[in-house]
């Protein structure tokens, strides 16, 4: 859990001084994730791709994926894909 300064930090950052997630996460050493956590996804996402778009490399896409977990009951994990 981050302190609430460092997330009024990564806010004003981002927003007042338009610092993306990477440069965030490398200024303030943190995990970019944390970043993300404290960012609501429209703000590093941007508007929602559309048919035709091209993902530019170092930009985030967001994809929902659902899982058949069948009779096992998953709660509390999350799932984290990470394509180079």
Do not use: N
């Not at 048919?51 to 977990?69: F, K, Q, Y």
């Amino acid at each position: 859990m981050i302190s609430r300064a460092l997330e009024a930090e990564i806010l004003r950052l981002h927003h007042a001084e338009h610092w993306p997630v990477g440069t965030l996460a490398r200024q303030l050493q943190v995990h970019h994730a944390t970043v993300r956590r404290v960012l609501a996804p429209a703000d590093y996402l941007g508007r929602s791709p559309v048919a035709g778009d091209v993902l530019e490399p170092g930009r985030d896409l967001l994809v929902s994926l659902r899982l058949d977990t069948g009779r096992v009951k998953a709660t509390g994990y999350e799932l984290m894909l990470f394509y180079p």
